[in-house]
């Protein structure tokens, strides 16, 4: 008999970046979506990693490490690698800290706007995260005194209207996007040496034409990611069919993923549907060992 399909979700977000909930309790909401192998991609960290597979481990939910990286143009994952390599951990603290750069910056942008917002309330609404734009959006929300100015100064905006008028490319703090971020190459290099593969994430949200994939695999990178459950198969300049079938010709991965960063986002888990993985995929990842012990990450760093 053949193989059953096995089906993934290789993109989500904790509170150890962006994300809503703890790495438990995205495992048992990953293990209730019906999906058989995961992993968890906060950006910039693998911390959370080590209680996801815990956690993962005893729901019976298969798990390889993760993790999501920016680069100017694109957001690139690194799927199923080694999460124990010192030189790797310290990449994502070093990107972790451009971002906080850039957050900084923003945040100074927001106050010469003269929105109530500091680096000390995002540091106690997020004591954990790497802190990016999303983490700076809720503080608006979260936070009293910049809610009453919201009030008062937009007061018929919807909360999408305060994030187009604040963090949004044309917004007040959109223009120091992507100022500090690693190179392209260092991301890739980074995540081949430590045995992972590098895949460019939600591709059809951030690729203008499918010229845009030669320059990639140039890059070096392994394959793209879709998520079909949330766009359809069709959305901007390239469409999934198209991806697919590019990938197929050479020889590089299709991965899918949900981007889900919890319950009150809009993203679901993908659950079952376009996005079994293919048996190139499978023999891929599953031969190689990483996640695949129970060691904690402070027997790791030490
Ligand atoms: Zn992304
Ligand atoms: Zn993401």
């Given at each position: 008999m053949e193989n059953p399909k096995k089906y993934i979700d290789f993109h989500m977000h904790t509170k150890y970046s962006d994300g809503m909930e703890s790495p438990?309790?995205?495992?048992?909401?990953?293990?209730?979506?019906?999906?058989?192998?995961?992993?968890?991609?906060?950006?910039?960290?693998?911390?959370?990693?080590?209680d996801f597979k815990a956690a993962a481990d005893k729901l019976g939910l298969a798990t390889i490490p993760g993790i999501e990286f920016s680069d100017k143009d694109y957001h690139i994952l690194g799927l199923g690698f080694n999460p124990k390599d010192?030189?790797?951990?310290?990449?994502?603290e070093r990107s972790k800290y451009y971002q906080r750069l850039t957050s900084e910056q923003r945040v100074h942008m927001l106050k010469r706007h003269g929105i109530p917002i500091t680096m000390e309330k995002l540091d106690s609404f997020f004591p954990d995260s790497r802190?990016?734009?999303h983490n700076i959006y809720r503080t608006l929300y979260h936070d009293e005194e910049c809610r009453s100015w919201i009030e008062q100064n937009l007061p018929d905006a919807t909360p999408?209207?305060?994030?187009?008028?604040?963090l949004r490319k044309s917004g007040i703090a959109g223009t120091?996007?992507?100022?500090?971020?690693?190179?392209?190459?260092v991301i890739i290099d980074g995540i081949h040496k430590v045995g992972g593969l590098a895949i460019v994430a939600h591709l059809p949200k951030q690729a203008k034409s499918m010229k845009e994939?030669?320059?990639?695999?140039?890059?070096?990178?392994?394959?793209?990611?879709?998520?079909?459950?949330?766009?359809?198969?069709?959305?901007?300049?390239?469409?999934?069919p198209d991806i697919e079938s590019y990938a197929k010709r050479h020889d590089m991965f299709i991965t899918y993923g949900s981007d889900y960063h919890g319950s009150i986002m809009p993203r679901s888990l993908l659950g079952r549907g376009m996005n079994a993985m293919s048996p190139e995929l499978e023999e891929r990842l599953l031969g190689s060992t990483y996640g695949n012990d129970s060691e904690t990450k402070e027997e790791c760093l030490v």
């Open positions: 438990e309790l995205l495992a048992m909401n990953v293990k209730l979506s019906g999906v058989d192998l995961a992993a968890k991609t906060d950006h910039d960290t693998i911390e959370g990693y080590w010192y030189d790797f951990w310290k990449l994502t802190l990016g734009k999408d209207d305060v994030f187009e008028y604040t120091v996007e992507h100022y500090y971020d690693l190179e392209r190459h994939l030669d320059e990639l695999k140039e890059a070096g990178v392994d394959g793209f990611e879709v998520q079909p459950n949330f766009y359809g198969t069709n959305f901007g300049a390239v469409n999934y």
